[in-house]
């Protein structure tokens, strides 16, 4: 079988892997297809798409962009984007604007519970990268407040837990739309992780289908078999792409590698056909 993999981040936004060394990686991996999809920037892509090139990778111009559905937060996966089209840079600053506001207050909040961090040391540590909560999480884990990225999730960060400051994000009628308006295929990530929902899962679906959603993530590391099939039904009901991918993060994630997840994800390539006939047939644009 051919491995693709759909859904991978870079230093670019809160991976812990340059462009290069995730290209690179992927195709010691066996990967043929990479998808580059890092948290609303597409700083990473030019070299992506260069060692791509050099290391017989094909790469996908991808993003993933975060939104809110009620109190939800969804993120919205990009496929065959266009990077350049002039719709996206104004919008991707005005989110990357919202993550920079709420990062501190993030950290005021820890300090608050007890958590001797400032922000400067997280933003050194970051790099040039966006900041993010694996960020923050990082920093807790170096100072010894927690052992682990999942600890410090679950004892500070995720929704719902004391230092969670929500941010403003878009709606995704406006996230599946700018996608859409930059040649995009917006795709559903790891439904697995949406919780909160007021309404059954399915509904949400066809609302976002409304919007001009056309895929959803069914294959995805941490889904198991069980949670495929629902996924993949519910895809078949609604018209969506089946679309898969491992959400490599590097260190961030541990013990996930780009291609093969937790070992057992295996993406078949021929999910790219028809992805491929809708970036190509120009029925995305608009
Ligand atoms: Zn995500
Ligand atoms: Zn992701």
Same mark, same amino acid.
Request: net charge neutral.
């Given at each position: 079988?051919?491995?693709?993999?759909?859904?991978?981040?870079?230093?670019?936004?809160?991976?812990?892997?340059?462009?290069?060394?995730?290209?690179?990686?992927?195709?010691?991996?066996?990967?043929?297809?990479?998808?580059?999809?890092?948290?609303?920037?597409?700083?990473?892509?030019?070299?992506?798409?260069?060692?791509?090139?050099?290391?017989?990778?094909?790469?996908?111009?991808?993003?993933?962009?975060?939104?809110?559905?009620?109190?939800?937060?969804?993120?919205? #996966?990009?496929? /065959?984007?266009?990077?350049?089209?002039?719709? +996206?840079?104004?919008?991707?600053?005005?989110? =990357?604007a919202? @993550?920079?506001?709420?990062n501190?207050?993030i950290?005021?909040?820890?300090?608050?519970?007890?958590?001797?961090?400032?922000?400067?040391?997280?933003?050194?540590?970051?790099?040039?990268?966006?900041?993010?909560?694996?960020?923050?999480?990082?920093?807790?884990?170096?100072?010894?407040?927690?052992?682990?990225?999942?600890?410090?999730?679950?004892?500070?960060?995720?929704?719902?837990?004391?230092?969670y400051?929500?941010?403003?994000?878009?709606?995704p009628a406006e996230?599946?739309?700018?996608?859409?308006?930059?040649?995009?295929?917006?795709?559903?990530?790891?439904?697995?992780?949406?919780?909160?929902?007021k309404e059954?899962?399915?509904?949400?679906?066809?609302? #976002?289908?409304? /919007?001009?959603?056309?895929?959803?993530?069914? +294959?995805?590391?941490?889904?198991?078999?069980? =949670?495929?099939? @629902?996924?993949?039904?519910?895809?078949?009901?609604?018209?969506?792409?089946?679309t898969?991918?491992?959400?490599?993060?590097?260190?961030?994630?541990?013990?996930?590698?780009?291609?093969?997840?937790?070992?057992?994800?295996?993406?078949?390539?021929?999910?790219?056909?028809?992805?491929?006939?809708?970036?190509?047939?120009?029925?995305?644009?608009?």
């Open positions: 079988m051919i491995r693709i993999d759909l859904h991978a981040h870079t230093t670019a936004s809160d991976g812990s892997l340059a462009p290069e060394e995730l290209v690179r990686l992927a195709k010691q991996q066996g990967v043929a297809t990479l998808a580059v999809t890092d948290h609303d920037t597409v700083a990473g892509l030019p070299r992506a798409i260069a060692e791509g090139a050099q290391a017989g990778v094909e790469i996908i111009p991808g993003i993933e962009i975060s939104c809110l559905y009620g109190k939800t937060e969804l993120h919205i #996966l990009g496929y /065959f984007i266009n990077p350049d089209d002039p719709h +996206l840079a104004p919008a991707l600053t005005t989110y =990357q919202s @993550r920079e506001e709420r501190p207050r950290v005021q909040r820890l300090q608050e519970l007890g958590c001797a961090l400032t922000y400067a040391e997280i933003k050194a540590a970051a790099g040039t990268a966006i900041v993010g909560r694996p960020h923050i999480a990082q920093a807790l884990v170096r100072r010894g407040y927690v052992t682990s990225i999942s600890e410090a999730f679950d004892r500070y960060l995720a929704d719902d837990a004391p230092a400051i929500p941010r403003p994000l878009p709606s996230a599946i739309g700018l996608i859409r308006q930059i040649g995009g295929i917006p795709v559903l990530a790891h439904p697995v992780y949406i919780s909160r929902l059954p899962f399915e509904q949400v679906c066809a609302t #976002l289908k409304g /919007f001009g959603l056309l895929g959803l993530e069914a +294959l995805y590391s941490s889904h198991s078999r069980q =949670q495929i099939d @629902r996924y993949r039904s519910i895809s078949r009901n609604q018209g969506f792409l089946v898969g991918g491992s959400d490599f993060h590097g260190e961030t994630k541990p013990n996930l590698l780009v291609g093969t997840g937790y070992g057992n994800l295996a993406i078949p390539a021929d999910l790219l056909e028809p992805m491929r006939a809708l970036a190509t047939g120009g029925r995305c644009a608009g």
